[in-house]
């Protein structure tokens, strides 16, 4: 590092940096040398002469302040830094300063605090300069830069020193935003803050020598977010674009309200456009898990990282404290937000504002709304619009709308997707089909994120559905109410005729086996639309107390999308009710009730299925609009069921006789295609043909697994 003092290379300023730190370490260490003089014990023994220097030195000078001045290097020095000065000025003319330098202005950095940072680079890129600061600590036991060799090194008057004292605060910018860490050294020791050292943070040190790579500790709660290059700044909305065109020198924080999903996102992305920044999305769903004093670390480091990469957080799906509690829990987290950069976001679907918090950043309350069903047609319209040939019919576009509620900006963007998709298929044509547009919707929303949910994919279709014929009839009409429901609730009114109810609830009961997933998946790939399964047994057992929450945040994703879901094992919440004795009955109660009103008010289809029709609780379910009862099915329905399982490839010995087995055995479909399979394997690990002694074998295995009393001339050929 010890180079000529030649003018710095603007596209080093690490180098320049760091060389005018070793000049200044040198020339301290040149005079605590000539200090020094010739005893071989200092550091070890105090002697005489040495304290009577001691009372000599001036208040608050270092120990080599004493010794003759070093013209040359000083000299040296003062140019190099006059150099690095004007090069700095001229970087930030430009707008884009290098990184080293961007902390200046980003995390509200003096000219001392920069050089406090670099002197304590300095061990982490040459390991010298331990053995250095040592001699300069008069100490052999101290290797890291202390607060009194800065004070020493940068400031020339005691009022100085005394000012920059502050630069360590722990409300000032260098600990606030966690770029340096004072500590003991050694580590049994109880300094003053003169005696302590300090060292830069680990993910400074990082940053500073060029890593791209986001903070370790936050690989698990947050992620950066680059804006799509088809966001318009000009679709952010008015109150919001005013403030990007006049931003509040105190900083801006903004609070994005409504349903959880994509919907809030789009409008942070789309802010960040405009602003020319990446987003640092923080999820509040992970924050939310962890104890209070470990999620502030999170959001502290958050807010650090979104300085560092100059981009802007957005805390999702927040979830604002109680303010009714004595010490209302979540807030310190909170006030850890007056930390971030110029602009700070958040999103939660209730209501809020920050009553006595974060008085210094100007507020922002925008609500994100979807526009109503006949809105979305005319912005569907508006976006497509193109040659007739190449523009969706009318009745696409109601489907489409009825089906994804998007906000205009994710319209826009689905509708320029959906080109995009038909351009790739067939460039000559640029026909958009409605697969394009479903695909770019669901692009555009993407599937819940629950936890809870699990997609549903079935391949079966009406004909392998054995049912009465009267049952197959009244689904094929509900499927048709799902596939008008534009048409009749809003062109023919009826939406101004209800509150609730708009959606389709269903309730499918009847023992396990006997076709209530299948049916809903069935519908689901009549309708065109995602099937999510929620197990209901799940919900309860593992999120007591929580499953509000993940119930909302699973309801308001499915809406942007049109999901069909699927409520099994109902009867687990939907039981009927008994006397309330203790806080888990209590929660029961709550996520029953907070359930029944999320189904009501959802617009897509809700199907919960339930083995014990008789344990549901009526007064539950009176509030469906359909109930489909399921029963075992009899001897022709069985036949049809055995007949119906076997896929063309399967080879069947002559001697298979599927009456004499749907005459014998009473069972669902379910149990026969456990049978089947089982069958199926045998045959594979034997004949290599399904023969009837392999079914009945098979049909032996299914009861024991029942629990069936077994009358053993039934398993006989």
């Not at 300063?97 to 304590?120: E, S």
């Not at 101290?142 to 100085?160: I, N, S, Y």
């Not at 700044?233 to 349903?259: F, K, M, N, T």
Request: glycine share 6%; charged share 25%; hydrophobic share 40%.
């Amino acid at each position: 590092m010890n180079r000529s003092a030649s003018s710095p290379s603007p596209v080093d300023p690490l180098r320049a940096e760091l060389e005018r730190i070793d000049l200044l370490v040198r020339l301290q260490a040149l005079r605590a040398r000539q200090a020094a003089g010739d005893d071989a014990l200092r550091g070890l023994t105090i002697s005489e002469e040495e304290v009577e220097a001691l009372f000599l030195r001036p208040l608050g000078s270092p120990h080599w302040n004493s010794s003759p001045e070093e013209p040359e290097l000083e000299q040296q020095a003062a140019r190099l830094a006059e150099d690095l000065s004007q090069q700095r000025a001229a970087a930030f003319q430009t707008g884009s300063p290098p990184r080293l330098w961007a902390l200046l202005p980003r995390f509200g950095l003096t000219g001392f605090d920069f050089d406090v940072l670099m002197l304590a680079l300095a061990p982490e890129v040459d390991i010298r300069y331990e053995r250095l600061f040592a001699y300069l600590n008069d100490d052999v036991t101290r290797r890291r830069p202390g607060v009194d060799m800065a004070l020493g090194l940068f400031c020339t008057t005691f009022e100085e020193r005394l000012a920059a004292r502050a630069r360590f605060a722990p409300t000032a910018p260098l600990r606030r935003h966690g770029l340096l860490h004072l500590f003991a050294e050694p580590p049994q020791g109880h300094p003053t803050l003169l005696g302590s050292a300090f060292k830069l943070d680990g993910r400074l040190v990082e940053w500073v020598l060029g890593s791209e790579q986001p903070d370790a500790r936050l690989v698990a709660h947050a992620r950066l977010v680059t804006p799509r290059a088809d966001l318009r700044a000009d679709s952010l909305p008015e109150a919001l674009a005013a403030r990007v065109a006049q931003p509040s020198p105190s900083g801006e924080l903004l609070y994005l309200q409504g349903p959880s999903g994509s919907a809030p996102q789009d409008t942070a992305e789309t802010l960040c456009a405009a602003l020319g920044k990446r987003l640092l999305v923080l999820e509040g769903a992970s924050l939310s898990a962890l104890p209070e004093p470990q999620a502030e670390e999170v959001v502290r480091l958050t807010l650090r990282e979104a300085l560092l990469q100059d981009a802007v957080p957005y805390w999702r799906d927040f979830e604002a404290p109680s303010a009714s509690e004595a010490r209302p829990s979540g807030m310190a987290p909170l006030r850890t937000l007056e930390n971030g950069p110029g602009w700070v976001l958040l999103s939660g679907e209730a209501p809020w504002k920050p009553e006595g918090l974060l008085l210094s950043r100007r507020f922002l309350l925008l609500e994100q709304t979807y526009p109503e069903p006949r809105e979305r047609v005319r912005l569907w319209k508006e976006a497509l619009a193109g040659p007739p040939q190449a523009t969706p019919n009318a009745d696409t576009l109601a489907r489409l709308a009825s089906r994804y509620r998007l906000t205009p900006g994710q319209i826009q963007h689905a509708a320029a997707k959906a080109r995009a998709l038909a351009f790739e298929r067939a460039p000559a044509p640029g026909h958009v089909t409605p697969a394009d547009l479903a695909q770019a919707c669901q692009l555009r929303t993407g599937p819940p994120r629950s936890a809870l949910a699990r997609r549903l994919s079935i391949q079966n279709t009406w004909e392998d559905l054995v049912l009465p014929e009267e049952q197959l009839t009244r689904l094929r009409e509900i499927c048709d109410q799902a596939r008008y429901r534009e048409l009749v609730l809003n062109e023919w009114g009826f939406d101004r005729k209800l509150s609730t109810g708009k959606g389709l609830n269903l309730l499918f009961t009847g023992p396990p086996g006997t076709g209530k997933t299948l049916t809903a998946g069935i519908m689901a790939k009549e309708l065109g639309v995602e099937l999510y399964q929620i197990d209901l047994s799940s919900v309860v057992s593992k999120y007591i107390g929580e499953t509000e929450k993940h119930l909302a945040r699973l309801f308001s994703e499915a809406e942007e999308n049109g999901t069909a879901l699927f409520f099994d094992e109902a009867d687990a919440l939907f039981g009927k009710r008994s006397e309330v004795k203790d806080s888990h009955d209590r929660y029961a109660n709550l996520e029953t009730s907070f359930l029944l009103q999320r189904i009501e008010a959802y617009e897509g289809m809700v199907i919960l299925a339930s083995n014990f029709s008789r344990n549901l609780d009526e007064a539950f379910v009176r509030r469906f609009q359909f109930i489909i009862e399921y029963s075992l099915p009899d001897e022709r329905q069985r036949r049809r069921l055995w007949e119906g399982i076997w896929p063309p490839e399967v080879p069947r010995a002559a001697d298979v006789d599927l009456g004499v087995l749907a005459h014998r055995f009473e069972l669902s479909g379910g149990h026969i295609r456990n049978i089947a399979l089982a069958a199926a394997f045998l045959a594979a690990a034997s004949t290599g043909q399904v023969s009837q002694k392999h079914l009945l074998h098979a049909t032996r295995r299914e009861y024991q697994k029942l629990g069936r009393r077994m009358d053993e001339a039934l398993f006989r050929p």
